[in-house]
């Protein structure tokens, strides 16, 4: 894992990660660099990676500073240690429906569908966000397997009157409280995939961690609600984990 700068969600996250390779027994190598790093900087560290015959799973932690070209230094990922599927080589072969990685978050978030018996082939499924970790990959899945999508973003009109149409609803807006109960199908599955840190409402509390999703107005409408925390996150991190063991047995057996 390539960590840039002090941004302190990336940082949880990779604690995160590194804490599961860590019960999984998997080696972990995690490469810090500062937020004035340079776009040949952070190049090297890939590339030590790339290079590295130990290493079956490299991802780079975005958002990544202002000032450094994230597609460029995405592009050179080895696509045999893209678990996180962020090389525009895996994007392309998830959109076309033949994918060797999918994103990490999609692919827990149709974990949680699965697990729950929320069936997706067929249904009418809205993605609030248009993001390439979430939105758009999720999209290229859904439609994988079967389901009627339409994505959300900022310049859609009446976004409620969509959102209520939805079977599945997942949102990835990374804002407080945008969906509320009236925007929702009753009986809905409703993903929430938004972390937001809110101050407390108690005089020298910590912060909170709060989704997209205003949860007292939803929940009651929702047939089924993912928590924020502990919702998607541990399912993104399970996912990644799974997509590195793919790609460590790949790398055994074309050894």
């Known amino acids: 894992m390539i960590l840039v700068g002090d941004d302190p969600a990336s940082a949880v996250y990779v604690r995160h990660k590194t804490r599961a390779c860590e019960e999984l027994g998997y080696l972990s190598v995690q490469l810090d660099l500062p937020a004035t790093a340079s776009q040949d900087e952070?190049?090297?560290?890939?590339?030590?990676?790339?290079?590295?015959?130990?290493?079956?799973?490299?991802?780079?932690?975005?958002?990544?500073?202002?000032?450094?070209?994230?597609?460029?230094l995405v592009r050179t990922i080895r696509p045999d240690k893209d678990v996180d599927c962020q090389h525009p080589e895996s994007v392309a072969a998830l959109a076309v429906g033949t994918?060797?990685?999918?994103?990490?978050?999609?692919?827990?978030?149709?974990?949680?569908?699965?697990?729950?018996?929320v069936e997706?082939?067929?249904?009418?499924?809205?993605?609030?966000?248009r993001s390439n970790i979430v939105g758009r990959p999720l999209a290229a899945l859904m439609l994988v397997n079967d389901a009627t999508v339409t994505v959300c973003h900022s310049r859609t009109r009446d976004l409620g009157e969509v959102t209520r149409r939805a079977d599945i609803l997942v949102v990835a807006t990374g804002r407080v409280g945008l969906v509320t109960g009236d925007m929702v199908?009753?009986?809905?599955?409703?993903?929430?995939?938004?972390?937001?840190?809110?101050?407390?409402?108690?005089?020298?509390?910590?912060?909170?961690?709060?989704?997209?999703?205003?949860?007292?107005?939803?929940?009651p409408v929702a047939g089924r609600l993912t928590p924020v925390p502990g919702g998607v996150g541990p399912l993104t991190i399970a996912m990644l984990m799974r997509n590195t063991l793919a790609a460590a047995r790949a790398h055994d057996e074309a050894r």
Do not use: C, W, Y
């Not at 990676?49 to 932690?61: C, F, K, R, S, T």
């Not at 994918?99 to 018996?117: R, S, Y």
């Open 185 to 219: 199908k009753p009986g809905a599955a409703v993903i929430d995939v938004g972390i937001n840190r809110t101050p407390s409402p108690e005089p020298g509390g910590k912060d909170r961690l709060v989704g997209d999703v205003d949860r007292p107005s939803v929940e």
């Open 42 to 72: 952070v190049l090297h560290a890939i590339e030590t990676l790339n290079a590295d015959p130990d290493i079956d799973g490299l991802l780079v932690q975005l958002p990544l500073p202002e000032g450094l070209d994230e597609r460029g």
């Open 120 to 129: 997706v082939r067929g249904a009418e499924v809205v993605i609030v966000g």
């Open 99 to 117: 994918p060797t990685f999918v994103p990490a978050t999609p692919l827990g978030i149709m974990e949680i569908l699965h697990d729950e018996g």
